[in-house]
């Protein structure tokens, strides 16, 4: 499966974004999804993820109540509806795909599918 992400920008604190992430391939219900995001001079650190019915749902602690994930397997696409935005949230984000539809993970290790990335900075 391919994937790309889009929607990064440039926002204000407190703003909003939503990155989308289009997939192609027609087993895209077949896939765990995941966003993770690297910082500047900092290591990749999981985002969200994403079971393949779309039905589960798993966030890091940093993002939880303000970040929502969700996929429509009709369109093959998954999104990240990102509210109340932090200058902390400045990122380059990724989406990604893993085999196991199932069970959620946060660890990168486990995709095996990356899509390049979108760049969203939070201005303060």
């Known amino acids: 499966v391919q994937l790309q992400a889009s929607g990064g920008g440039l926002v204000q604190a407190g703003g909003s974004l939503r990155l989308s992430c289009a997939a192609s391939?027609?087993?895209?219900?077949?896939?765990?999804m995941g966003w993770f995001r690297q910082a500047p001079g900092k290591e990749r650190e999981f985002v969200a993820a994403l079971s393949g019915s779309g039905s589960s749902t798993y966030y890091a602690d940093s993002v939880t109540g303000r970040f929502t994930i969700s996929r429509d397997n009709t369109k093959n696409t998954m999104d990240l509806q990102m509210n109340s935005l932090k200058p902390e949230d400045t990122a380059v984000y990724y989406c990604a795909a893993r085999g196991d539809r199932f069970q959620l993970s946060g660890l990168d290790y486990e995709y095996d599918y990356w899509g390049r990335g979108t760049l969203v900075t939070v201005s303060s």
């Open positions: 391939g027609r087993t895209f219900r077949r896939y765990g």
